[in-house]
């Protein structure tokens, strides 16, 4: 028996260096027998802020709604939320607006802090290895939303990448060999896909769909608002396929309003994992009043969107060396005669600011993705462009 004060705890060691003479108390080496190993890979995420920004393009956030139906439904909806109050822990109200607009049932519904929570639920649920490895791998094809991967290492589950083909579509063959050699738990599909902005073709989604065994396939329709239809129907003969949205893309990324839709069942079990009062009662309602009061407006601030989006695709394309894939979202993915890192660099001295993929070499050394924003910012990005390649 170990009496008291006859032997010093373990972390009277770490006390005792913070009261040393000098020590700041910010050595992470005192934390890395705390920390998990995977963290030394990520950062945090840090938006791009540089200096003398006037036209922000780079976030794929849609350009600022101008009705007032939208604001005046928000505005109202917080009106009567009583602050004093927790929010509705089952988000009864929202979800069955979502369930009006979607065809979806409200019990097949999880509701998030945006799409990046549903992810994080998801892949807290759903950790768990197949066959023999000692880990739950995570697949989805790569460039894509990067979230995947990083709440997969940031959860301690394997994250599994395969390129997508030359056309920026899915490699079904390739991703096939990938799910024989590590059977995955969860497997991410964006479409329309970020950063690419093209929806992955039908035929190959469902080939997918047959490969993927009893692994969770997330279809990602986070911008399918500006794509048309949405392929949610064909959870009817898919019941392992769930459908990922979002109201970030739309006008409305200050709410933070994301949902999941999948089979009950499993709904109901991801929802075990799921903090009380996840989405603020603000947030519920606003969201739940747009979508029964306003959404037709949001949709019509959707097809001006689209538009613009020609527009911007067309004056590109035109310029000599560039080339666009046509975009089913809210942002084009450019191709640069010149490295894409010194087109961002002089879009940037001119006060634009788009998205470089530059980092990470090869055949992305060359692109950038540029949000559609309002009409005369996009006229600003256009003439900003022709200046930096003249």
């Known amino acids: 028996m170990v009496r008291p004060g006859s032997e010093k705890c373990k972390g009277d060691a770490l006390l005792d260096r913070g009261a040393r003479p000098g020590y700041t108390g910010t050595d992470v080496a005192d934390w890395t027998p705390f920390l998990r190993p995977e963290l030394r890979e990520l950062a945090s995420y ?41 929010p509705d822990a089952r988000a009864r109200e929202l979800k069955a607006r979502i369930a009006e607009r979607t065809g979806a049932r409200a019990e097949e519904l999880l509701v998030g802090t945006g799409s990046d929570e549903v992810i994080s639920l998801v892949l807290t649920a759903l950790a768990r290895p197949q066959g023999r490895a000692p880990q739950a791998v995570v697949l989805a094809p790569t460039p894509t939303f990067v979230m995947y991967r990083v709440t997969s290492k940031a959860h301690g589950l394997k994250p599994v990448e395969v390129p997508l083909d030359a056309s920026w579509d899915l490699d079904v063959a390739s991703m096939k060999r990938a799910v024989e050699m590590m059977p995955p738990s969860v497997v991410f599909v964006a479409s329309p896909n970020n950063p690419t902005g093209n929806r992955m073709s039908e035929d190959r989604i469902a080939a997918l769909l047959a490969c993927t065994g009893d692994a969770l396939v997330v279809l990602d329709e986070a911008y399918v608002d500006y794509a048309g239809e949405s392929l949610r129907g064909w959870r009817a003969k898919h019941p392992r396929l769930a459908i990922l949205r979002t109201l970030s893309k739309v006008g409305l990324a200050a709410l933070r309003i ?109 692109r950038l993705r540029m949000t559609i924003g309002t009409p005369a910012e996009n006229d600003a990005l256009l003439d900003a462009l022709g200046a930096a390649v003249a």
Do not use: C
Not at 60 to 66: G, Q, V
């Open 258 to 366: 994301g949902w999941l839709e999948g089979d009950e069942a499993l709904v109901r079990e991801i929802d075990k994992v799921r903090q009380p009062f996840n989405v603020s009662a603000t947030s519920q309602a606003a969201a739940a009043a747009v979508l029964a009061e306003a959404w037709d407006e949001v949709r019509a601030h959707v097809e001006g969107v689209v538009r613009e989006r020609g527009r911007v695709t067309g004056a590109i394309g035109a310029m000599a060396g560039f080339d666009v894939l046509p975009s089913s979202a809210n942002f084009v993915w450019v191709g640069t005669p010149r490295p894409a890192a010194d087109v961002h660099a002089a879009l940037l001295a001119r006060g634009i600011l788009v998205r470089s993929f530059h980092a990470a070499g090869g055949r992305l050394a060359n």
């Open 46 to 86: 840090v938006p791009a802020d540089p200096p003398g920004v006037r036209v922000r393009l780079d976030a794929n956030e849609a350009p600022p709604l101008s009705s007032e139906g939208v604001r005046a439904a928000v505005a109202q909806a917080i009106e009567r939320t009583a602050l004093s109050r927790y």
